[in-house]
């Protein structure tokens, strides 16, 4: 019997959606780890999925706090209005969403990542503030930033 706790389908419903996504979710295949394997639709796999978001989220909350210590040193030091601040990680993680984990799948919790800019300039003033839902890449980020500090982009970043 499926567990009902935190997924709404067993992973054969969310298999039949893509043929990649039926691959992935193959107990024979290589990508589900021998824990998800050996307890997928129990209260056990709840538990353990519950655990690895705890997890996670913990250590979010680490790097918030370290963050905000970084944040109070600069203003206590006179720095922070004279350092232009970019906060961003590498991918979002899938927590077992859609029976997945990692950045694996092609899933917003898995593309959808912080990207979070205080530049402390007046150039910015017209920008300051904004939330954007349209899509970026990742890709642009360095040149900005090298862009914003008038130096020249390295080119084998190019690529």
């Known amino acids: 019997v499926p567990c ?3 997924f709404r389908a067993w992973p054969g ?6 043929p990649w996504l ?6 024979l295949g ?23 978001r705890a997890t996670y989220y913990g250590m ?3 790097v918030d706090d370290a963050v905000g210590r970084l944040i109070a040193h600069l203003k206590e030091t006179g720095a922070y209005d004279n ?12 927590l077992g969403e859609h029976w997945l984990f990692g950045k694996r799948g092609y899933f917003d ?6 990207l979070i800019i205080r530049d402390p300039s007046a150039d910015a003033d017209g920008q300051r503030g904004q939330n954007l839902a349209t899509f970026t890449h990742s890709v642009h980020v360095t040149p900005s930033i090298h862009a914003r500090l008038g ?3 390295p080119l084998p970043c190019l690529g």
């Open 83 to 94: 350092t232009l601040i970019v906060f961003t990680s590498d991918h979002g993680d899938l």
């Open 13 to 18: 419903e969310g298999a039949r959606i893509h």
């Open 4 to 6: 009902r706790g935190l």
């Open 22 to 27: 039926a691959c992935a979710l193959d107990t």
């Open 60 to 62: 979010i909350t680490k």
């Open 109 to 114: 919790e898995g593309y959808q990542i912080p």
């Open 30 to 52: 290589d990508w589900p780890t021998p824990w998800m394997q050996a307890t997928m639709g129990s209260e056990e796999y709840d538990r353990d999925v519950l655990q690895v």
């Open 151 to 153: 130096l020249n982009f």
